[in-house]
């Protein structure tokens, strides 16, 4: 059973476009979603993480955006640069859960000059 | 540079034959995180442990298995290894406390032949 569903599979965004990645989780529970970025050869690396009691979290080009009541995120990339082509991957764990991470399967971006 | 340490980076090994990865956690960290990442299942969170001792388990097979040794320092050990073991192995960590991020190292690609 894959408690967080990923999308798109991959995505090409043109330089200075906005890159969108969605998930949508099952349980109930997690109340910790994190997003990390991986480079080929690299392990994951956090990004930004939210908590359900906020709807919206932005770090520089970087924004979550949370909908507790459909049980969806998503990731805002804007101002895509050739430099953000990498594999990103949503997550979400729970406190009751010693905070293991739930990962969703992966979003592979590419940015085109 | 996210400060955990795994060893080796790449293994070759037949099937039958048994591994130990190795993860040095980052410094002050005392919770260590095994996942298994592969082509068809994604990020998988393996096992956790938190100064010492065994905290969490998630899909390990039971012919896999590991430690934390005081100091700190992580062993996942894979034995009678099956083909559809390779995949690349990463540890994280973190401070141990509620949902505080876990920060990975660049992992150890396990090839059986």
């Known amino acids: 059973q894959q408690q967080v569903k990923q999308s798109p599979q991959s995505l090409i965004v043109q330089k200075g476009g906005i890159s969108i990645i969605n998930c949508a989780y099952e349980?109930?529970?997690?109340?910790?979603f994190p997003w990390y970025q991986q480079f080929p050869g690299k392990g994951p690396a956090l990004l930004i993480a939210?908590?359900?009691?906020?709807s919206e979290k932005k770090e520089g080009r970087f924004t979550i955006s949370f909908n507790k009541s459909a049980k969806q995120f998503s990731l805002h990339i804007m101002d895509s640069q050739p430099g953000d082509s990498a594999t990103y991957f949503c997550?979400?764990?729970?406190?009751?859960?010693?905070?293991?991470?739930?990962f969703g399967k992966g979003t592979m971006l590419l940015v085109s000059p | 540079d996210s400060g955990v340490t795994q060893t080796p980076k790449h293994l070759i090994t037949a099937t039958g034959q048994r591994v130990t990865l190795r993860c040095s956690p980052r410094s002050g960290d005392l919770s260590v995180y095994w996942y298994q990442q592969s082509l068809d299942q994604g990020l998988q969170f393996l096992i956790q442990y938190y100064n010492g001792e065994e905290r969490a388990k998630g899909n390990i097979l039971e012919r896999f298995s590991a430690q934390q040794f005081p100091d700190l320092h992580s062993e996942l050990n894979l034995s009678s290894l099956e083909l559809g073991d390779s995949a690349l192995y990463f540890c994280?960590?973190?401070?141990?406390?509620?949902?505080?991020?876990?920060?990975f190292g660049d992992g150890t690609r396990l090839s059986i032949l």
């Open positions: 994280a960590s973190s401070g141990g406390q509620r949902n505080q991020p876990q920060h």
């Open positions: 997550a979400a764990s729970t406190a009751s859960g010693y905070s293991t991470l739930t």
């Open positions: 939210i908590r359900p009691d906020v």
């Open positions: 349980n109930t529970a997690f109340d910790y």
